[in-house]
């Protein structure tokens, strides 16, 4: 058995039934044991997408998402994927060919120090000098991936390597994972937990902050949140992991948060931040971030705690660990003085916009909301798309928003809408871009194409990339420097179908309305460019360097000729 | 916060690429690393590293915290904390300019044990082993002489108490 096709077995070994990748040079071996494996291989177009779709594969499902790259150009294509998949805690397993080893550091054709330029966007990466280390490495990769604060790991495989002949039985090979410097802490500590109790216990004004570690945990955190009757704020990444709708939910925090989640930070006497990291999108100015509460912090990763913001009970561990412990000690807080000044901003500052101008990015989204019943799949571009969707299409079950949040990254969205795809068979996806966002990995409607999958795209198109055209009106004078595009953009509708796919361009509301739950009754896969208000701006809206408390309310402020919506 | 200067060791497998790793980490996370040395240990397949670090508690914990999640690394010692003794090798190159000078150099050396370990005709080479001190203190009284080029390994250091910490750490964790 040659190295690839152990690379293969091992693969199966671990449960993958899907890789997303493209192939080349180095890589060729490993792609012949592809040919009769019983992994299946969806090819993207670009490997950036490839890491994506992996990437989205994994917060879809939980499972790790796996990409394969030749070596060189492929390999630092996946740099992007990795860096994204690494600041949003990502699952995914990247596997890429090198030259052979005899060439490695002369400069060899498409010869790239891939082990070097991966290791600051990975949580591990290997490069694999023998054909017997393989199925240990592979069985530890897929351990470290998924493990204590998921994230990237990359094994890179010279090509003599990947042709080596491996000595001896795989399947009597022992492949039990051995890593003394590794050992994740899951369960919390008992003398930490019971002071995080007692803190919760005194509290008049608590509030729950959930990030991204929630989506693992969405079944814990409803149990804590519900039992404790406490305020549930969730982070862009923690959208999902506490049902939007509920009434104890105050929405996002943070930089495009709610009026009600900012002011709640503000006047809140403790915070109970359960796996997030205090990112500064979230805190604004770190001396301004809750003034007034203690925090107790529960994360996976001890490097976390007390990174940004003092955490005054640090509780390490899973919060599948952590949060029934906390709940089984608690009683119901009685906190009605709390909940009804929280209940009174929710009621003033509910979700709104202005519609008396031409069609608005939110209405679009509400569409969609109101025509998949929220029972989808989100994935979003980046950009004013992307927080209108957070704020507008929130969705209410764990790992159903798929969304870039630490590195924002455009071109995240279309191929994280394949990997989600691939993850949720039968499910439908709907991935909400921007007229810039999409044009970064656009091929990817090929992939999309050839598979049929169930995906609706729906193209906020304000003619400009439009978060920067938002900072250049509020803070550079409206100095509009490089961000127009609808004189160039391409006809989305006629691209789409140049794929193969359905494809509209809406410029009207009516015509939207009668088109958004038609198309989706259909089930796609299918484009729909919505020409939407070029100057529309994404309030409220903390200023970069200022406190969530110094928003920027713009039209959330109540006012008469104002259509509020709930959300 | 106060920046401190802290003594950190590190123990590591020896994997290629673990130093990439770590000097890495310090680069990307803006730590300021004033000295770093690295040599195999006692226990075969494991290297111990020593840092000198400056920064504000904060910082350091930080420092710590991501060594830690380090796959390759298997311990972090901040000796700051306790009982260690330190020592760095330094060889300096210093010019001589006569007999009298040959003389004072060589009182000076004797003074701080220092060896010498190169007889040039208008240069002396010492090797000097100490703590930081004692390092910079030769430094300055060489300075009236001429230096004309030195190399330090950076500090190295070792806990006082009587048990191996790299041998803790090859036992498996709990
Ligand atoms: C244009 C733009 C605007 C943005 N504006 C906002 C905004 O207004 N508000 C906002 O919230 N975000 C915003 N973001 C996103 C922001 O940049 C961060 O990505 C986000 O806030 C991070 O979310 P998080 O803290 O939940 O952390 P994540 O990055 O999801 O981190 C998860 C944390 O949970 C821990 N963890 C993982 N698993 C577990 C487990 N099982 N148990 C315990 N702990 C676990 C991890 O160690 C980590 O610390 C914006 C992004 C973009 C691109
Ligand atoms: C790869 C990449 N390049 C640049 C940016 C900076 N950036 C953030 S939002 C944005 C504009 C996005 O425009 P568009 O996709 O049209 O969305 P809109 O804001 O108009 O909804 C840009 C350029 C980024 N986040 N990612």
């Known amino acids: 058995m040659t190295g690839a096709e152990v690379l293969i077995r091992a693969l199966e070994r671990q449960g993958v039934e899907v890789a997303f990748g493209h192939p080349g040079g180095a890589i060729m071996p490993v792609y012949d ?13 670009h490997e950036q997408a490839g890491a994506h779709a992996a990437d989205a594969y994994y917060r879809a499902s939980g499972k790790p998402g796996v990409v394969i790259a030749t070596s060189g150009p492929g390999a630092t294509n996946l740099v992007t994927g990795l860096a994204t998949a690494m600041m949003d805690s990502s699952a995914v397993v990247a596997i890429t060919g090198n030259v052979p080893q005899q060439l490695i550091g002369t400069d060899a054709f498409q010869e790239a120090d891939v082990y070097g330029i991966t290791n600051p966007v990975t949580k591990h990466n290997y490069l694999v000098k023998n054909v017997q280390d393989l199925p240990r490495v592979v069985a530890e990769a897929f351990h470290i991936a998924t493990t204590g604060r998921p994230g990237p790991v990359l094994i890179d495989i010279p090509k003599d390597v990947q042709q080596a002949e491996f000595e001896g039985d795989l399947d009597d090979y022992d492949v039990t994972v051995d890593l003394p410097g590794y050992n994740p802490n899951v369960v919390g500590h008992a003398g930490q937990i019971r002071k995080a109790v007692e803190a919760i216990r005194n509290a008049e004004r608590p509030i729950l902050m959930v990030g991204g570690g ?32 509920r009434s104890q939910a105050l929405g996002m925090p943070g930089m495009h948060g709610t009026v009600t989640a900012n002011r709640a930070i503000t006047n809140c006497d403790l ?73 009174e901003w929710k009621a003033k500052y509910p979700e709104r916009y202005k519609t008396d101008k031409p069609l608005v990015s939110q209405e679009v989204i509400e569409l969609l909301r109101e025509a998949t019943g929220g029972d989808c799949l989100v994935t979003t571009e980046v950009g004013q798309h992307q927080m ?42 709907v991935c909400i871009a921007g007229d810039g966002s999409i044009q970064m990995n656009i091929q990817e409607l090929a992939t999309i194409a050839k598979h049929r999958l169930p995906i609706i795209i729906a193209i906020t198109n304000n003619g400009v990339l439009g978060m920067v055209r938002q900072w250049q009106e509020l803070f550079h004078a409206q100095r509009y420097s490089e961000i127009y595009l609808a004189d160039s953009n391409p006809d989305f509708a006629k691209l789409a179908e140049a794929y193969g796919i ?4 809406v410029f009207d509301r009516e015509t939207a309305r009668a088109l958004v739950p038609e198309v989706l009754e259909r089930g796609g896969p299918a484009l729909i460019n919505f020409v939407v208000y070029e100057s529309e701006k994404v309030y409220p809206m903390v200023p970069s360097g200022a406190g969530v408390d110094e928003m920027m309310i713009g039209d959330q402020e109540p006012d008469e000729d104002v259509e509020g919506v709930s959300a | 916060m106060t920046s401190q200067r802290r003594v950190i060791s590190v123990t590591v497998r020896d994997e290629p690429g673990v130093l990439v790793r770590i000097a890495g980490l310090f680069a990307r996370r803006g730590f300021n690393i004033a000295s770093l040395s690295v040599a195999e240990s006692e226990v075969p397949g494991l290297s111990r590293t020593t840092f000198v670090v400056d920064g504000d508690p904060r910082t350091i914990e930080q420092v710590q915290k991501q060594l830690q999640k380090l796959i390759d690394v298997l311990k972090v010692v901040d000796h700051t904390e306790t009982s260690f003794v330190d020592r760095e090798l330094m060889l300096i190159k210093v010019a001589v300019r006569g007999p009298d000078e040959r003389v004072e150099l060589r009182q000076i050396a004797q003074d701080f044990r220092a060896r010498i370990v190169d007889v040039g005709r208008h240069a002396l080479v010492f090797e000097v082993t100490g703590d930081e001190g004692k390092m910079n203190a030769f430094i300055d009284q060489m300075q009236a002489f001429g230096i004309v080029e030195l190399i330090r390994t950076g500090r190295v250091a070792l806990p006082r108490s009587g048990q191996s910490h790299t041998a803790l750490d090859a036992a498996p964790a709990a």
């Open chain 1, 214 to 245: 929630g989506q693992a945990a969405a079944e814990q955190v409803a149990a804590f949140a519900e039992r404790v009757n406490i305020p549930v704020i969730t982070t862009l990444m923690g959208i999902g992991a506490y049902p939007a709708g």
């Open chain 1, 502 to 505: 359905e494809g509209h361009n």
């Open chain 1, 271 to 343: 915070i109970v931040g359960a796996g997030l990291r205090f990112d500064d999108r979230v805190t604004g100015k770190i001396s301004r971030f809750a003034p007034n509460a203690k925090v107790v912090h529960i994360d996976i990763d001890p490097a976390e705690i007390s990174k940004l913001v003092e955490a005054h009970i640090p509780v390490v561990g899973d919060l599948r660990d952590v949060l029934p412990k906390l709940e089984a000690e608690l009683e119901p807080l009685a906190i009605d003085a709390w909940w009804e000044q929280l209940q």
């Open chain 1, 388 to 429: 209108f969707a957070a704020r507008l299409f929130p969705t209410s079950k764990p790992r159903t928003w798929v969304s870039s949040g630490g590195l924002g990254t455009m071109g995240f969205g279309l191929p994280a809408a394949i990997g989600a795809a691939f993850a949720r068979p039968g499910e439908t996806v």
């Open chain 1, 33 to 45: 044991a592809i040919y009769d494996g019983d992994v299946r291989h969806v090819l993207v177009r």
